[in-house]
């Protein structure tokens, strides 16, 4: 099992900068921002950029794997994603992996921007986001017509430092089982429960378990599959569920919403990732 920190993009860029130091110095594995670009409709939210942030965060530190936790594609160029994506790989060394998604909340994020938010539209985007962006890291000349991209007699270089390519975990809310098909495409999923109200929830372990059955009844080869589930701190029992339905990373929260989430989440960082 691995153990990484994830963060809302909220508040002072230096301070997450920091925290990703943090959590680099006390043996954790991995440092992902969120990737929102409104956050919220009832509250001006003091939101800032992952990707500069996560430039910034691969200058100082040394070894932590750095991401996002998601990207939503759809309301993303592909080849502005990949140019970022490729130049935070060189920077980093190769400690990148790219968290995709549709995105949440569909309002702040993509509604009231002038973003299309229907579902299937975003997912559309997705996938042929995700098509474009392989065939951009790949260095080689290629052609593309998509219903929502168009690319024509273009290669990218340089090629990221990672082969064969960057890796890309996919989120997606279960009991929707489409994502998790898409997750099995590549090479690591990141599932999110839901409530009735819509809402992020935690999974239940046994919902852990259903899940990576059925994503890897959709698997093609035996490539090495990441599945990254999130909880509020460190509750060993609920990590020894988690492992034995087949996590390989675990992402915990703090606890804390609102003001004084830093304080929390450095207080947590500094206790340092379980043994094991």
Not at 220 to 233: Q, R, W
Request: aromatic share 10%; net charge negative; charged share 30%.
């Amino acid at each position: 099992m691995r153990y990484g920190i994830t963060v809302p993009n909220l508040g002072d860029p230096a301070t997450l900068v920091e925290l990703a130091l943090e959590a680099d110095r006390a043996g954790w594995d991995g440092f992902f921002p969120w990737d929102h670009i409104r956050f919220s409709t009832e509250f001006p939210a003091p939101v800032v950029d992952p990707w500069v942030t996560l430039g910034a965060m691969a200058a100082r530190t040394e070894r932590i794997r750095l991401g996002t936790m998601v990207t939503p594609v759809a309301r993303r160029r592909p080849w502005k994603l990949a140019r970022e994506t490729v130049t935070l790989d060189r920077l980093s060394g190769g400690r990148v992996t790219l968290g995709v998604g549709l995105g949440y909340p569909r309002d702040a994020d993509f509604e009231l921007l002038g973003e299309d938010p229907d579902e299937r539209v975003r997912a559309a985007k997705l996938d042929e986001g995700l098509e474009v962006l392989e065939r951009l890291w790949s260095g080689e000349p290629f052609d593309f017509e998509g219903e929502h991209f168009h690319v024509r007699a273009t290669a990218f270089v340089p090629r990221p430092v990672q082969r064969p390519r960057i890796p890309i975990w996919v989120a997606g809310m279960w009991p929707n089982r489409a994502p998790f098909r898409r997750a099995a495409r590549f090479d690591g999923v990141f599932p999110i429960g839901v409530d009735e109200r819509d809402e992020p929830r935690e999974l239940a372990p046994e919902e852990l378990a259903e899940i990576v059955a059925y994503v890897r009844e959709h698997r093609i080869g035996s490539a090495p599959f990441d599945v990254a589930v999130a909880g509020t701190g460190l509750d060993a029992e609920r990590i020894r569920a988690c492992r034995e339905a087949g996590a390989t990373w675990f992402f915990p929260y703090a606890g804390v919403e609102g003001p004084g989430w830093e304080d929390a989440t450095l207080e947590l960082i500094r206790r340092g990732p379980p043994p094991g």
